[in-house]
């Protein structure tokens, strides 16, 4: 088992920025890539980042590219998501998310362990 602890979030005027942590516990997350998705009200969850276990290779959505920076501390177990610039659109529970063996890196079905989620607000 993992488990993810999602920290970070609150409220910000447009423009600013936040900085989200995913802590992992349990098992260990070494040799899996992690991942960012998002979910705004009455909206599926959708892919924001990820990045990989060995190179830190790192893929984002259109929407948050030159914006956001995932990143990760693999000897203290936690994933990082560094958001600037921040748009009213970017308001939503962002959840952190281990990679599994199946499905696609971005989308929900390429991951197999959540956190519970942490809210971001971003007025206009």
């Known amino acids: 088992q993992v488990q993810l602890v999602e920290s970070g979030g609150g409220l910000v005027q447009a423009g600013g920025s936040l900085r989200l942590s995913c802590a992992a516990s349990?098992?260990?997350?070494?040799?899996?890539?992690m991942g960012w998705f998002r979910q705004a009200p009455g909206k599926e969850r959708e892919f924001v980042a990820a990045i990989s276990w060995r190179l830190g290779v790192t893929t984002y959505a259109d929407s948050v590219k030159g914006r956001f920076t995932i990143s990760r501390d693999n000897a203290k177990n936690t994933v990082y998501l560094q958001m600037n610039n921040l748009k009213p659109e970017d308001t939503a529970v962002y959840y952190c998310a281990k990679r599994g063996t199946t499905g696609q890196h971005m989308h929900v079905t390429g991951y197999d362990y959540w956190g519970q989620g942490t809210q971001v607000t971003v007025s206009s």
């Open positions: 349990g098992r260990t997350f070494s040799g899996y890539a």
